[in-house]
């Protein structure tokens, strides 16, 4: 750099009132001090230079040895980046951004240090507030998840006992047509409540932690058939083709069978559920890569695409189907808690409404040797 660059760029840092410049000597004696530092730390050169950079700093932060730190670490790495509170000549504290640059002469013997510092208060300010509201927002979420757990344990406390009086009314019942289709009534009814609880409950004991999966070398497409299977009465009720599309060789998997035999449950349900009558749902395996993938795909009313990345959230419900029966929005949210909890993945893919949805459950492959 020539002369007149040089001597420019002293003028600039000089002048510069945003940040403060200031440099030091190898022990951290202040020896040179622009106007923004005077600006910033409020004290004039006559007042600072030939005092310690230790006065700059928080007294915390003297007594851990931040500021010898500090011209150790520039000294060593050639610049050395800190953001810490710093002091001013009322006793006010800022937030500091900035760096320390060790300075050499061509010879390469360390001739002292230059600082930069930027207040930067208002940034902290705003992390300060975001952490806080992240920290309160999971207090809510935690609470909510207690009380999820206390009303699943409840409502299951009440359910028992009334499923129980009802089969003890049935039994005493006249059998006249109208008690009897009464009672059915009552009946389905309950056993729809239990499975809502007895998501919630799942739901419940995930958030807790407290599941614990016993797994086994199963075939996925034993796991599909058996659901497909369970759903056979129903799909036929809704004139729905109900099909598993399975390759030769099984897919082998290390899962929880009774879990696994819940996800893809909820995947038939769902599809069976959001299909009108007379469509179509194919269950199908196959092996890419070192994944085993389970896709259940429908010819249904399909998931709008601003829906899709919130559907495997909690409470998430697209379109209310008129006639089908009430949901919570948990059985999608069971579905990827169990799956990830199988270190698998789980996706959703639909052209839109109208055109049909497909879920895809990915999960690692077992080799045959395995
Ligand atoms: P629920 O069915 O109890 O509402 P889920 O978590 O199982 O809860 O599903 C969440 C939402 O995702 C449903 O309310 C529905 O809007 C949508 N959905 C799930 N499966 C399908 C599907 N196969 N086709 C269309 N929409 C679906």
């Not at 915390?60 to 953001?83: F, K, S, Y």
């Not at 207690?146 to 049935?170: K, M």
């Not at 056993?191 to 614990?212: P, Q, T, W, Y």
Request: proline share 3%; glycine share 10%; charged share 25%.
């Amino acid at each position: 750099m020539d002369r007149g660059a040089e001597s420019n760029l002293g003028l600039a840092v000089g002048q510069a009132n945003e940040v403060a410049v200031f440099w030091m000597n190898r022990e951290g004696t202040i020896d040179w001090w622009s106007s923004g530092a005077e600006r910033i730390f409020g004290y004039t050169s006559e007042q600072i230079v030939g005092q310690n950079v230790k006065r700059l700093f928080a007294p915390e932060d003297v007594a851990r040895g931040m500021p010898q730190h500090e011209l150790t670490v520039a000294e060593a790495a050639g610049i050395g980046e800190d953001d810490r509170w710093h002091v001013r000549a009322d006793g006010s504290r800022f937030w500091g951004n900035g760096f320390v640059v060790a300075t050499r002469d061509a010879q390469g013997k360390l001739l002292g240090f230059a600082k930069v510092v930027r207040n930067r208060t208002d940034v902290k300010e705003q992390l300060e507030a975001l952490r806080n509201r992240v920290k309160s927002e999971q207090e809510a979420s935690r609470r909510k998840d207690v009380f999820l757990a206390t009303l699943s344990h409840e409502l299951r406390n009440v359910l028992a006992p009334l499923t129980t009086g009802l089969e003890i009314i049935r039994r005493g019942l006249p059998a006249t047509r109208e008690l009897h289709l009464g009672m059915r009534i009552v009946a389905r009814q309950a056993e729809l409540m239990r499975s809502l609880v007895d998501d919630l409950l799942d739901l419940a004991r995930i958030n807790e932690g407290k599941v614990v999966l016993s797994l086994e070398r199963v075939a996925l497409e034993r796991i599909a058939a058996l659901v497909i299977e369970a759903h056979r009465a129903a799909a036929d009720q809704r004139r729905q083709r109900l099909k598993g599309l399975f390759p030769d060789v099984p897919t082998l998997v290390n899962v929880d069978p009774d879990r696994m035999q819940q996800v893809v449950t909820n995947l038939v349900a769902n599809a069976l559920k959001y299909t009108p009558e007379g469509g179509t749902i194919n269950v199908m395996t196959t092996v890419e890569g070192n994944e085993a993938v389970l896709t259940v795909e429908d010819t249904g009313i399909g998931i709008p695409a601003h829906v899709q990345p919130l559907i495997f959230d909690l409470f998430t419900q697209a379109e209310r189907v008129p006639g089908a029966a009430a949901g919570l929005g948990i059985g999608l949210s069971l579905v990827k808690d169990i799956v990830t909890l199988h270190g698998g993945s789980v996706q959703v893919r639909s052209d839109g409404v109208g055109k049909g949805s497909a879920f895809t459950v990915r999960l690692p492959l077992v080799a045959e040797g395995d």
